[in-house]
């Protein structure tokens, strides 16, 4: 009888997840003409550490998340001790629907979604701090960047020859800080 009750779960929440999104984001990168690689990487480096430890606890994002999780242990809790004589599907339906209210209620990827923009906001804010410039890459460097294996040296290097050429002095605006 669980397995039945499992297989409802797994299929409301393939049924309710988002589909991926039809438009691509142009890809950004940072600049400060003059500055040597050792710095470039440092401060990407200490920036990425800044939104990466920021402390997000208190933000009403993570206490949704709390709140949620609390409510589907609740709820996984009382579904244990479900009426010996109950039928089987009725009670997989009802916690399938239970569980998808309290899904509902955090909406978790709107809630994600937040949470990337305020941390994304704490390294925007550091490289800011430090002189850097947002610009926006070119089709061409998009094709020849995705080409590139995230975290590999030869990315790095382009990005690095990028952010200290002429043409990337030219910064994209940037958006006011989100929190």
Same mark, same amino acid.
């Given at each position: 009888?669980?397995?039945?009750?499992? %297989?409802?779960? !797994?299929?409301?929440?393939?049924?309710?997840?988002? %589909?991926?999104?039809?438009? *691509?984001?142009?890809? &950004?990168?940072?600049?400060?003409?003059?500055?040597?690689? &050792?710095?470039? +990487?440092?401060?990407?480096?200490?920036?990425?550490?800044?939104?990466?430890?920021?402390?997000?606890?208190?933000?009403?994002?993570?206490?949704?998340?709390?709140?949620g999780s609390r409510e %589907?242990?609740?709820?996984?809790?009382?579904?244990?001790?479900?009426?010996?004589?109950?039928? #089987?599907?009725?009670?997989? !339906?009802?916690?399938?629907?239970?569980? &998808?209210?309290?899904?509902?209620?955090?909406?978790?990827?709107?809630?994600?979604?937040?949470?990337?923009? !305020?941390?994304?906001?704490a390294v925007d804010a550091?490289?800011?701090?430090?002189?850097?410039?947002?610009?926006? %890459?070119?089709?061409?460097?998009? *094709?020849?960047?995705?080409?590139? #294996?995230?975290?590999?040296?030869?990315? +790095?290097?382009?990005?690095? &020859?990028?952010?200290?050429?002429?043409?990337?002095?030219?910064?994209?605006?940037?958006?006011?800080? !989100?929190?």
């Amino acid at each position: 009888m669980r397995t039945l009750g499992t %297989l409802a779960i !797994v299929a409301t929440m393939i049924a309710t997840m988002p %589909l991926g999104a039809a438009t *691509r984001k142009p890809i &950004e990168s940072w600049s400060k003409p003059g500055v040597s690689f &050792e710095q470039y +990487r440092g401060d990407a480096i200490a920036c990425a550490e800044r939104g990466y430890y920021l402390d997000i606890a208190q933000t009403d994002d993570a206490k949704a998340f709390v709140r949620g999780s609390r409510e %589907l242990d609740d709820a996984t809790q009382s579904a244990a001790t479900a009426a010996p004589n109950a039928d #089987p599907v009725d009670d997989a !339906v009802r916690r399938a629907n239970e569980y &998808e209210r309290i899904r509902r209620s955090v909406a978790p990827e709107r809630r994600i979604e937040h949470l990337k923009t !305020v941390l994304q906001s704490a390294v925007d804010a550091c490289l800011r701090e430090r002189g850097y410039a947002k610009f926006t %890459l070119t089709a061409d460097q998009r *094709r020849r960047l995705g080409k590139m #294996p995230i975290g590999s040296p030869q990315r +790095r290097t382009y990005l690095y &020859e990028l952010a200290t050429s002429p043409a990337a002095s030219k910064p994209s605006p940037d958006p006011a800080p !989100v929190r």
